[in-house]
């Protein structure tokens, strides 16, 4: 967590793999762009050399439809070049499609990211005479290429080296040449890729997903390093020219945590999977017995958070409700001013930000371009930014100051679940951290707290075993066309992020609102159709959420609760309710988000959405 970010414009999120080696490349790298489709699933593309000659292969939509689209044709090969797109320049469709070729159709390409200045580049190549065939910035960059080996008269590396020089914008690219079928050459600059080293073998790809079947040794490319690719080694070297000597590292992912396991969809799998998930976030950070908490990653700062008076939390989506849920702790137990950011509009204001602030990232993927863009803005003003993160590799961790990994393993579906309570623990971890650095906690009060922390596995396992009442429930209210979500303090985060998630897989109008705003304009909403769910925990809101639901009963709204186990007063109000063990309230965020997990999931396949790859939406979004 110590490499200085190196501008970041914007990036988009594609899957890319490559491969070069003894191996048939086709089935390599078509299973790769299955595990990689939760980056995008707009289109897909291979091409593929072998001894005959060169193919390519491109179809709008899934992977699966490339696959049928070759079947039966030639797709031979021992290097090749895969890519699964998520569409900004260009529709999706069989010309937009990647890989893209040269004006000579030498050179072929696949490329995530965006190349900011390619309307200006490709003005200037139409008047060289280049023609093209799609409206992407990726074909732009693989004719700069082209036209400057030609007037150069040099090597391909060199030509992508200076190309790259000449481009602005992010990247990570992987070209393959069909004169020279024995290199591929890649290069990176705010967009992930890793290098998986074997023997006489070497795979590429966005991330270690497809690469763990074969080998556990990868390279993570540097920002601004472009790579000579051969089956016998590779070259690195810096845009600058000077030559690197890359760090090969062990991959600690297990390749059956990339499988469904049985599951139907691999939401519910990673829904399953939150027990072992939130304990291994907390596994060897508490001792309850003595009450203490230890983190290792911001072990450094510890004055800097014993003595802090700001703290500012910079998130999107998913990760900003997990920032919304660390406020109240923070605040509870470390007192001290927490301020919860939108990272996309953090990074478009004049923020005033100082050296004594702590700014904490959160970003699942490690690699949101808002957030990074963010984090820029507030080390150039002083401040120490403290990154929460789930990819080891990513580029938040290495442009952080510090910071603690979530050890959720990978999440597959792109509506994130498991990430979400992973965060919200390590968050609960540094509020109980801060409180014990600065002594606003007791210690009798702190190993209470750790000790109930280390129950909650357990605890949400015992709501996982709800499913088919979840499921029950669904069923009644799966053809809504909208439907508001309501909770008092920390069930406020709650409730949005259990609308985020009906919204965004079953494409239901929801939304989330801290339950005393209901009055203030959503409750012109409510009316016989119209579903309301409540976070009605026991807790210090308790009566207040009671008042909230008679009012929305009073207007035959369908009500829908989630309540303390043993509750019988919220019961007799409402239509349908769904218990969680009681717990402290700080700790209601981890247990009630799950039965909204899975009140989505279902409502999502009962429509018959695709709950894995929802429609116009990507696993982390790297684009402006």
Same mark, same amino acid.
């Given at each position: 967590?110590?490499?200085?970010?190196?501008? $970041?414009?914007?990036?988009?999120?594609?899957?890319?793999?490559?491969?070069?080696?003894?191996?048939?490349?086709?089935?390599?790298?078509?299973?790769?762009?299955?595990? /990689?489709?939760?980056?995008?699933?707009?289109?897909?593309?291979?091409?593929?050399?072998?001894?005959?000659?060169?193919?390519?292969?491109?179809?709008?939509?899934?992977?699966? *439809?490339?696959?049928?689209?070759?079947?039966?044709?030639?797709?031979?090969?021992y290097i090749a070049i895969g890519h699964t797109r998520w569409a900004t320049h260009g529709i999706p469709s069989d010309l937009n499609s990647h890989p893209h070729a040269s004006n000579d159709n030498r050179l072929h390409i696949i490329h995530n990211g965006i190349i900011e200045n390619y309307s200006t580049l490709k003005e200037e190549l139409i008047n060289r005479g280049h023609k093209f065939k799609s409206e992407t910035d990726t074909e732009v960059l693989i004719h700069l290429v082209e036209e400057i080996q030609n007037i150069e008269q040099t090597d391909l590396l060199e030509a992508v080296r200076l190309a790259l020089n000449t481009?602005?914008?992010?990247?990570?690219?992987?070209? /393959?040449?069909?004169?020279?079928p024995g290199q591929l050459i890649a290069a990176r600059k705010g967009s992930p890729l890793v290098i998986g080293v074997g023997e006489g073998e070497y795979f590429i790809a966005s991330d270690a997903t497809p690469i763990i079947e074969y080998t556990k040794n990868v390279i993570y490319l540097k920002d601004?390093? #472009?790579?000579?690719?051969?089956?016998?080694?590779?070259?690195?070297?810096?845009?600058?020219?000077? #030559?690197?000597?890359?760090?090969?590292?062990? $991959?600690?992912?297990?390749?059956?945590? /990339?499988?469904?396991?049985?599951?139907e969809h691999f939401m519910l799998k990673e829904i399953f999977e939150q027990p072992r998930s939130i304990k291994d976030c907390m596994r060897g950070r508490i001792i309850p017995e003595i009450g203490k908490v230890e983190l290792g990653g911001v072990k450094e700062y510890a004055d800097k958070l014993k003595n802090v008076e700001r703290i500012i939390i910079i998130a999107c989506g998913t990760s900003w409700h997990a920032g919304l849920a660390g406020e109240y702790l923070i605040e509870e137990y470390g007192r001290v001013s927490v301020e919860v950011e939108y990272a996309s509009e953090f990074r478009y204001r004049n923020p005033i930000i100082s050296e004594n602030d702590i700014v904490i990232a959160i970003s699942q993927s490690g690699e949101t371009a808002d957030t990074m863009a963010?984090?820029?803005?507030?080390?150039?003003?002083?401040?120490?930014?403290?990154?929460?993160?789930?990819?080891?590799?990513?580029?938040?961790?290495? #442009?952080?100051?510090?910071?603690?990994?979530?050890?959720?393993?990978?999440?597959?579906?792109?509506?994130?679940?498991?990430?979400?309570?992973?965060?919200?623990?390590?968050?609960?971890?540094?509020?109980?951290?801060?409180?014990?650095?600065?002594?606003?906690?007791?210690?009798?009060?702190?190993?209470?707290?750790?000790?109930?922390?280390?129950?909650i596995p357990e605890k949400v396992q015992t709501l996982l075993a709800d499913n088919d009442l979840i499921k029950s429930i669904a069923s009644k209210i799966k053809n809504a066309s909208n439907c508001l979500f309501l909770g008092r303090g920390s069930g406020f985060p709650v409730a949005l992020e259990g609308?985020?998630?009906?919204?965004? #897989?079953?494409?239901?109008?929801?939304?989330?609102?801290?339950?005393?705003?209901?009055?203030?304009?959503?409750?012109? $909403?409510?009316?016989?159709?119209?579903?309301?769910?409540?976070?009605?925990?026991?807790?210090?809101?308790?009566?207040?959420?009671?008042?909230?639901?008679?009012?929305?009963?009073?207007?035959?709204?369908i009500v829908i609760a989630i309540v303390t186990?043993?509750?019988?007063?919220?019961?007799?109000?409402?239509? *349908?309710?769904?218990?969680?063990?009681?717990?402290?309230?700080?700790?209601?965020?981890?247990?009630?988000?799950?039965? /909204?997990?899975?009140?989505?999931?279902?409502?999502?396949?009962?429509r018959g959405c695709n709950v894995d790859q929802p429609r116009n939406l990507a696993k982390s979004v790297t684009v402006e």
């Open positions: 967590m110590f490499i200085d970010y190196l501008s $970041l414009k914007s990036k988009i999120m594609c899957g890319i793999v490559g491969y070069i080696g003894f191996r048939d490349a086709w089935p390599i790298v078509i299973k790769g762009l299955k595990r /990689l489709e939760y980056r995008g699933y707009d289109s897909a593309g291979i091409a593929i050399i072998n001894h005959e000659g060169f193919n390519v292969y491109k179809k709008v939509g899934k992977v699966s *439809y490339l696959e049928a689209h070759a079947e039966n044709q030639d797709t031979s090969g481009v602005i914008g992010a990247y990570a690219i992987v070209i /393959l040449d069909r004169e020279n601004n390093e #472009i790579a000579l690719v051969k089956r016998d080694g590779l070259l690195v070297k810096r845009l600058d020219n000077v #030559i690197q000597t890359p760090l090969i590292q062990e $991959l600690e992912m297990k390749l059956e945590s /990339l499988e469904k396991g049985g599951f963010a984090i820029e803005i507030a080390k150039e003003r002083g401040a120490t930014i403290l990154g929460i993160c789930n990819v080891v590799g990513a580029s938040i961790p290495r #442009i952080t100051h510090a910071g603690v990994y979530t050890h959720a393993g990978p999440e597959i579906g792109v509506a994130s679940t498991k990430a979400f309570t992973a965060q919200v623990t390590v968050l609960t971890l540094l509020a109980l951290y801060i409180a014990q650095q600065k002594g606003t906690i007791t210690s009798s009060k702190l190993t209470r707290l750790l000790t109930e922390l280390e129950t609308a985020l998630k009906l919204k965004e #897989i079953s494409y239901i109008h929801a939304e989330g609102y801290p339950a005393a705003e209901m009055k203030h304009g959503p409750i012109a $909403l409510i009316d016989e159709a119209m579903p309301v769910v409540f976070i009605a925990t026991k807790n210090s809101s308790y009566d207040k959420v009671i008042s909230n639901i008679q009012e929305v009963k009073a207007r035959k709204g186990q043993g509750d019988t007063k919220v019961r007799e109000m409402a239509d *349908y309710c769904i218990e969680i063990p009681d717990a402290d309230e700080a700790f209601l965020p981890l247990l009630a988000t799950i039965p /909204l997990q899975l009140l989505a999931y279902h409502i999502a396949v009962m």
